[in-house]
């Protein structure tokens, strides 16, 4: 969440791994802040698309 504090509200994210590492959970994990959609697989891997919606605020 620390990069999403510095990125501007309506830049475009793209979350590219294989499932076996996790990239499904980040569906989850950005959900609040940039809902993610499922635009290409192959083998073992995917690739998400989204749009930041919010900014994640941090407390120092």
Excluded: W
Excluded at 9 to 27: L, Y
Aim: glycine share 8%; charged share 25%; net charge positive.
């Amino acid at each position: 969440m620390n990069l999403l504090s510095l990125l501007p509200t309506g830049i475009d994210i793209f979350v590219v791994g294989e499932n076996r590492s996790g990239v499904r959970s980040a569906e989850q994990m950005l959900a609040d802040y940039a809902p993610l959609t499922k635009i290409d697989s192959a083998r073992r891997c995917g690739l998400y698309h989204g749009r930041l919606e919010k900014t994640a605020n941090l407390r120092s």
